[in-house]
C-alpha cells in the first residue's frame, strides 16, 4: 500500500516536474532567441557602421554623362543598391538601381550613367548601399572661387607673354565645379593677340579645395601699352573675376632707361642747375644709390665730382644725410664733395636705395660756366657706379633746385630725393618743387618734364596755383611710360621762392618690392642758352 | 495487541485509500492548471516580445532621398529603405519638428525593400534652406536625415 501511495504521489511531481521543465526549455529558448536576435542586429549595425563608400569623383563628361568614380575605404565589402541624381536647380529626381555591383573593400570602381546631364544645373549625387548608408557628391557649376593672373607685367611689343589663369575652389560646402571652362578678356582687344590657349581648355571636375591652372599664350601687338585682363569661368557668380594690368613696351626691359623699374644696382643723382656764383647760396644735391637685387649691399664712398671746374666751396659743406663723413676738396680746376664710410659702410638691404644727400654754398669763378660735367660715383661691395650729369653757373644766375617735399605747404622744410614703401596699386599724390635758392631772379618761365615709369597708372593733375593748366600735357608713351610736360603761369621765379607742381599716379601692382625712377627735368626756354636744366632722379620703392 | 494495533492501521489506511488517489488527482489538476496557466501566460508574454520588441530590435530604417514639393507646393516625399529584418510602417513624419500628415497612410514595407512616403507639409520649402526630416516608425524607430532645398 505505501509503494501504490508513494507512486501516486510520484505522477504529480513528474507531471509539474515536466511542465517546469517545458517552462524553463520555453524560457532558455526564448532567451536564446533573444540574444540570437541581438548578436544579429549588433553584427548588422557593426557592419553598416564598417562600411564607408566614398565618391571620389563624379563629374559631367564631353558626351553629357555622368562618370561616377566610388572608393569602398570601409572594412567590409559593399553593396551598391542605388543611384541618385537630384536635379537641385528644377527639383527633379531620378533613381537607378545598380544590379549586383559589389566593391570590396579598398576597391575601387567606375560607373558612367546613361542619364544625359545638363550642363548649367546644380546636382546632388548620392549612392545608396544595401546597409543603408549614403555617399554624396555635389556638382555646381559655379561657386564663389578664387581667381588669379599670373603674367610678367612689362612685356616688349611683338613678344609673347604667358598668362596663367588659376582658379581655385575654396567653396566650404564642399561643392565640386565641374565642367570648368575658363574665361579670359583683354582690353584693349587688340593688344594683344591669342595664340595659344587656354590649355586646358576645360576642367572636367574641380573638387573643393583644389586649383586649375589655364595656360594663354599672346603675342603683344603695341596696340595699347597698359593692357587689362580680366579672369573669371563660365557660369561664375556676379563679380567672381580678377583683373590684372600688364604693360607693353617698345623698349628692350634690359636697358638702362628711366621709364623702366631699376633693374641693376646704379646710383642716380640729382643735381641743381643753373648755379649763382657770386652770392655763396646754398644748393642742394643728391646721390640716391638703388639697390634692385634680393642682397644686401654697402656702400663704402660717394662723390659728386665737378671734373672741371671749382664750383664747390669746401668750408660750406653741410652734411644732411647721413651728418657725417662728408668732405670737400677744390683746386682751380675741379672740385668735388665727398663721402667716406670711415671704416663703417652704409648697408641697403635688398630691394631698397639710400640717399645721400647735401647742401654746399656755390663758389664759382665769377663769369659765365657752361654746362660744367658732373660726376655722380659711388663705391659699392660690388663695383663703382659713375653717372654723368651737367650744370650751369653764373653771378647772374639764380640758383634752382629740384626735389619732392611731402609739405607742399612749407615746400622748403623737407626735401626727398626717394620715397619708400609706396604701397603697390596705391594712387597718391607726389610734389615736385622747384626752388630758387639763390639771389637772382630766374627771368623765364620753368617748363617741368616728368617721366612716369612703365607700370604705373592713372596719371593725372588738376589745374593748380602757378601753373598753365593749358599747356600741361599728361600722355602715355609709346613704349607705355607717361610723360607730363607743364609750364608756369609766370615767366618769372623771383629769388627765395618755390614752385610746386602736384599730380596723381597710380603706383604698379607688384608681387615684389619694385624701385622706380621718377626722372623730372626743370628746364627755362627763356634762358639763353636753354640746354641747361635741373635734373631730379627720385627713387620710388614700391612694395606689394 | 500489535496485530490488532497493526490491524486497525492498515484498516484506517483503508479507509483513507480513496483520499490520496482523488488528493493525487486533484493535485495534479491542480498542478496541471497552474503550471497551464502559467505557460500560457509566459507563452503569451513571450508571443508579445517576438511582436514587439524583438521586431523593434530587428527595425533599421534610413533615408535615402527627399523630394521637395511633390506635385502641389506642400506635398513632398521621402525615400525610405528597410534595411532591418523585420517589416516597418511609417506613423508619423515630422517637418523641422512639425508634425507633417502622411497621405495616403504609409504601407508596411518589407525588409529589403524600400518605398515612397508621401506626406503633406502645410509650410514653405524655400530654396538653399535645410530642413530637418524625421520619420517614426509604429514600433518608435526613428530616422532623420538634414536635406537641402
Not at chain 2, 490491524?7 to 485509500?17: H, P
Not at chain 2, 506642400?74 to 529584418?85: E, R, T
Request: glycine share 6%.
Amino acid at each position: 500500500m505505501r509503494n501504490v501511495s508513494r507512486c501516486k504521489r510520484g505522477q504529480a511531481s513528474a507531471i509539474g516536474a515536466v511542465l517546469f521543465l517545458a517552462l524553463a526549455v520555453l524560457m532558455v529558448a526564448f532567451s536564446q532567441e533573444v540574444f540570437q536576435t541581438q548578436t544579429t542586429m549588433n553584427e548588422v549595425d557593426v557592419e553598416r557602421f564598417q562600411e564607408k563608400v566614398v565618391i571620389t569623383s563624379a563629374y559631367i563628361a564631353s558626351d553629357g554623362k555622368l562618370v561616377l568614380n566610388m572608393t569602398n575605404q570601409g572594412s567590409v565589402t559593399a553593396n551598391l543598391v542605388r543611384l541618385w541624381v537630384v536635379d537641385l536647380t528644377d527639383n527633379q529626381f531620378f533613381s537607378f538601381n545598380f544590379v549586383n555591383l559589389y566593391i570590396q573593400p579598398g576597391a575601387r570602381v567606375s560607373n558612367v550613367s546613361s542619364i544625359n546631364f545638363e550642363l548649367g544645373k546644380r546636382y546632388s549625387i548620392r549612392v545608396a548601399t544595401e546597409r543603408g548608408n549614403i555617399a554624396s557628391y555635389n556638382l555646381v557649376p559655379a561657386v564663389h572661387a578664387r581667381i588669379n593672373i599670373q603674367a610678367s607685367s612689362t612685356n616688349l611689343i611683338g613678344n609673347n607673354v604667358t598668362v596663367v589663369l588659376s582658379i581655385t575652389n575654396n567653396d566650404t560646402s564642399g561643392n565640386s565645379i565641374y565642367n570648368l571652362v575658363p574665361q579670359l578678356t583683354v582690353s584693349p582687344g587688340p593688344s594683344l593677340i591669342l595664340k595659344e590657349g587656354p590649355a586646358p581648355s576645360r576642367v572636367d571636375l574641380l573638387p573643393a579645395g583644389s586649383s586649375a591652372y589655364f595656360v594663354y599664350v599672346y603675342k603683344v601687338t603695341g596696340s595699347g601699352f597698359t593692357i587689362t585682363l580680366n579672369g573669371t569661368f563660365q557660369n561664375a557668380p556676379e563679380g567672381n573675376y580678377a583683373l590684372a594690368k600688364i604693360y607693353a613696351t617698345a623698349i628692350d626691359v634690359t636697358a638702362e632707361v628711366t621709364t623702366m623699374p631699376v633693374f641693376h644696382l646704379d646710383a642716380f643723382g640729382s643735381v641743381p642747375a643753373l648755379l649763382d656764383s657770386q652770392n655763396n647760396v646754398y644748393t642742394y644735391w643728391g646721390v640716391s644709390v638703388v639697390n634692385p637685387y634680393n642682397r644686401t649691399i654697402k656702400v663704402f664712398s660717394t662723390a659728386v665730382i665737378a671734373t672741371s671746374s671749382a664750383i664747390f666751396a669746401p668750408g660750406t659743406l653741410v652734411g644732411v644725410n647721413p651728418t657725417t663723413g662728408w668732405s670737400a676738396r677744390s683746386t682751380s680746376i675741379f672740385s668735388g664733395v665727398f663721402w667716406d664710410d670711415g671704416g663703417s659702410p652704409i648697408s641697403i638691404p635688398p630691394f631698397s636705395v639710400y640717399n645721400f644727400t647735401f647742401r654746399i654754398q656755390v663758389d664759382a669763378p665769377a663769369g659765365f660756366l657752361l654746362e660744367t660735367p658732373i660726376n655722380i660715383e659711388a663705391v659699392t661691395t660690388e663695383g663703382k657706379f659713375i653717372k654723368n650729369y651737367a650744370t650751369s653757373s653764373d653771378g647772374t644766375y639764380p640758383a634752382i633746385n629740384l626735389y619732392l617735399t611731402k609739405t607742399p605747404s612749407n615746400p622748403t622744410a623737407s626735401k626727398t630725393y626717394a620715397l619708400t614703401e609706396v604701397p603697390s596699386s596705391f594712387t597718391q599724390t607726389y610734389n615736385v618743387t622747384i626752388y630758387n635758392s639763390g639771389r637772382n631772379d630766374l627771368n623765364s618761365k620753368v617748363n617741368l618734364l616728368i617721366r612716369v615709369p612703365v607700370g604705373w597708372a592713372d596719371v593725372s593733375a588738376a589745374s593748380q596755383t602757378g601753373w598753365s593748366f593749358p599747356s600741361q600735357s599728361i600722355t602715355q608713351q609709346e613704349d607705355g611710360s607717361w610723360l607730363i610736360t607743364v609750364e608756369s603761369s609766370s615767366s618769372m621765379l623771383a629769388d627765395g621762392t618755390t614752385l610746386v607742381y602736384q599730380f596723381t599716379a597710380t603706383t604698379p601692382a607688384v608681387t615684389y618690392t619694385t624701385l622706380y625712377t621718377l626722372a623730372v627735368t626743370a628746364y627755362y626756354p627763356g634762358f639763353s642758352p636753354s640746354i641747361t636744366a635741373a635734373y631730379l632722379s627720385a627713387v620710388i620703392q614700391v612694395v606689394p | 495487541m500489535f496485530k490488532l494495533a497493526g490491524a486497525r492501521t492498515r484498516f484506517r489506511r483503508c479507509n483513507r485509500a480513496v483520499e490520496p488517489i482523488i488528493s493525487a488527482l486533484v493535485l495534479i489538476v491542480i498542478t496541471v492548471l497552474a503550471f497551464s496557466l502559467v505557460y500560457g501566460a509566459y507563452s503569451n508574454w513571450i508571443n508579445v516580445q517576438r511582436r514587439d520588441s524583438l521586431m523593434e530590435m530587428q527595425e533599421r530604417i534610413a533615408i535615402e532621398a527627399v523630394q521637395f514639393n511633390w506635385n502641389s507646393p506642400q506635398k513632398s516625399s521621402v525615400y525610405l529603405a528597410n534595411i532591418g529584418k523585420s517589416q516597418v510602417k511609417i506613423i508619423q513624419v515630422m517637418v523641422n519638428q512639425s508634425s507633417a500628415s502622411i497621405t495616403p497612410p504609409a504601407d508596411y514595407i518589407i525588409p529589403g525593400n524600400s518605398a515612397w512616403i508621401n506626406f503633406t507639409y502645410t509650410g514653405d520649402f524655400l530654396a538653399d534652406n535645410i530642413y530637418q526630416f524625421t520619420l517614426i516608425s509604429e514600433r518608435g524607430i526613428i530616422a532623420e536625415t538634414f536635406e537641402k532645398r
